[in-house]
């Protein structure tokens, strides 16, 4: 099973490919038939005459109704105030063939951005550059596809879901996980715990939304959950951690592996989480890589880090004989 399905289920998205391959299937092969794309292709401006529309696209009266049944049986065309027209499905794939009839004008661009990828004398870091800087002959717009396009894997509008989300996250990571966060949730905290010892680089900034005392935040946790503080201290001191402080962090994130995203949408008139999305994209996630480091460059060390190590120096032992 892939990483990518592998995830899609720890996330709790379901997937029914079946039935996605299906529909794509059906409404693919509408579009495979030339007479059916022209008059696709025609709707985009909305076809008020089909008397007009087969003389001008010289199709008999039998074709161009067979097509344009098909079209509209496929959801890509509607009939409006008497014009025929794209629906909102038909609009998303006039963009895509759009797209794919750019694509094949650049073909050889395209055919040389494959050998840079697999060129064995090239680093990752190089065959990124040199892709770029052909991505500026003409096919910029194509750049986010390369690499696997956005997948999304999911859309979540509460809190609690983005939690869960970025604890499932953090359990199917192998390499690396970046998580900047505007929050302090224990939970999250506990996974960064569990999974401290499987040979993944963990960077970690935290940020204090509402601008609250970092030494107030530490004694409630001290009195609520004191073995918290145990968590955090052997999170701090672990070699595999990088650490920061940042106030006022804009938006919480984390990525995963170099690919996997998850991102907080706050509501930008109080800065309340609004809703949250999980994604794959190499490209988006490496310039949120770029942004984490940023903000790394000013952080500040967390406060969280003294004052862990201050508690655990000093608080009795047996308040940790059974923790592990």
Do not use: C
Not at 68 to 77: T, V
Not at 93 to 118: C, H, N, P, T
Not at 259 to 275: D, N, R, T, W
């Amino acid at each position: 099973m892939s990483q990518k399905v592998r995830l899609t289920t720890k996330l709790g998205i379901k997937s029914n490919e079946d039935e996605q391959y299906t529909r794509i299937e059906r409404t693919l092969s509408t579009l495979a038939n030339k007479d059916a794309l022209k008059i696709f292709q025609m709707a985009k401006e909305g076809i008020p005459s089909s008397t007009d529309a087969m003389r001008k696209l010289n199709l008999t009266q039998k074709r161009y109704y067979m097509r344009l049944s098909d079209l509209i049986k496929a959801n890509l065309i509607q009939k409006d105030d008497g014009v025929y027209k794209h629906t909102t499905l038909g609009s998303l794939f006039y963009e895509i063939i759009k797209l794919l009839g750019q694509a094949v004008e650049r073909k050889e661009q395209l055919e040389l951005i494959d050998k840079v990828k697999s060129s064995k004398n090239l680093s990752a870091k190089e065959q990124n550059e040199i892709i770029r800087a052909l991505a500026k002959g003409g096919i910029d717009k194509f750049i986010n596809l390369i690499d696997g396009g956005i997948n999304p894997i999911g859309i979540v509008y509460s809190f609690e879901d983005i939690v869960e989300g970025t604890i499932k996250l953090i359990e199917a990571a192998e390499k690396e996980v970046y998580i900047a966060s505007r929050y302090t949730e224990n939970s999250i905290v506990e996974a960064i715990f569990r999974n401290l010892n499987r040979g993944i680089e963990w960077h970690l900034i935290s940020g204090d939304k509402n601008n609250l005392s970092q030494k107030i935040r530490m004694i409630s946790t001290l009195l609520s959950h004191p073995k918290m503080i145990r968590m955090y201290y052997d999170i701090f001191r672990s070699g595999d951690v990088r650490t920061g402080y940042v106030e006022n962090l804009p938006f919480s994130f984390i990525i995963v592996d170099g690919k996997y995203v998850g991102i907080e949408v706050p509501k930008p008139e109080s800065g309340e989480f609004l809703a949250g999305f999980f994604l794959e994209n190499k490209v988006f996630a490496e310039k949120l890589i770029e942004t984490f480091n940023a903000l790394m460059a000013r952080a500040k060390e967390d406060p969280r880090k003294e004052a862990s190590r201050k508690y655990v120096d000093k608080a009795p032992q047996e308040i940790f004989e059974d923790f592990k």
